[in-house]
């Protein structure tokens, strides 16, 4: 059962425009939402967050929208560069004082042509 | 740097083997999380601890077992190792804090190769 979800596996945009992820998710229980970027041989980092109190955040060129009633966020990259190409996971947790799991998205590839 | 370190970075082995992987979480984090990521798949949560006990599992065969030692440390033991086993293992660490989600930082990974 895929609660996170990233429909499309890869994305490429030109540099200078903008880059949109999506992430969809079924668990109700999420409350709040973290992007993480990966580069080949690294761990995931962390990139940006949002809560389900908010619908955006925003963060540089970073932006996250999220849309509860659809079960829906996405990640705007604006403008776009070379050093965004990585693969970007969606991810949610689900706490309980301490108590954590973190669920992943597959992951978006995401390629900048310059 | 995440400050989270993994050893080793890659791992070649035959089926039927047990290997051990072992995480340094950054320092002063209480909890460790370790993560499996298969090819073409997003992560999957396999068990956290904290300071020294076990405190969420997820998906994690019963082949698999971890532990936290006093020092914080956690090592994760793979045993019967079939091909299917053969993927990338993340190691994150977080303060642990009980009243609010904590971030996760994560380490470089283990690439295992069962053959």
């Known amino acids: 059962d895929q609660q996170v979800k990233q429909n499309s596996p890869s994305l490429s945009v030109q540099e200078g425009r903008i880059s949109i992820l999506n992430c969809d998710y079924t668990?109700?229980?999420?409350?709040?939402f973290l992007w993480y970027k990966k580069y080949p041989a690294e761990g995931p980092t962390f990139l940006i967050s949002?809560?389900?109190?908010?619908d955006k955040n925003e963060d540089g060129r970073f932006t996250v929208f999220l849309n509860k009633s659809a079960k829906h966020l996405s990640l705007h990259i604006v403008p776009s560069q070379p050093g965004d190409s990585a693969v970007y996971f969606c991810?949610?947790?689900?706490?309980?004082?301490?108590?954590?799991?973190?669920?992943f998205g597959t992951g978006t590839r995401l390629t900048i042509i310059p | 740097d995440s400050g989270v370190t993994q050893t080793p970075k890659h791992l070649i082995t035959a089926t039927g083997q047990r290997v051990t992987l072992r995480c340094s979480p950054r320092?002063?984090?209480?909890?460790v999380y370790w993560y499996q990521q298969s090819l073409d798949q997003g992560l999957q949560f396999l068990i956290q601890?904290?300071?020294?006990?076990?405190?969420a599992k997820g998906n994690i065969l019963e082949r698999f077992s971890a532990q936290q030692f006093p020092d914080l440390h956690s090592e994760l033991n793979l045993s019967s190792l079939e091909l299917g086993d053969s993927a990338l293992y993340f190691c994150?660490?977080?303060?642990?804090?009980?009243?609010?989600?904590?971030?996760?930082?994560f380490g470089p990974g283990t690439r295992l190769t069962v053959l």
């Open positions: 601890y904290y300071n020294g006990e076990e405190r």
């Open positions: 668990n109700s229980m999420f409350d709040y």
């Open positions: 320092s002063g984090d209480l909890s």
């Open positions: 949002i809560s389900s109190i908010k």
């Open positions: 991810a949610a947790p689900l706490y309980n004082f301490g108590n954590e799991k973190l669920t």
């Open positions: 994150a660490s977080s303060s642990g804090s009980q009243f609010s989600y904590n971030e996760q930082f």
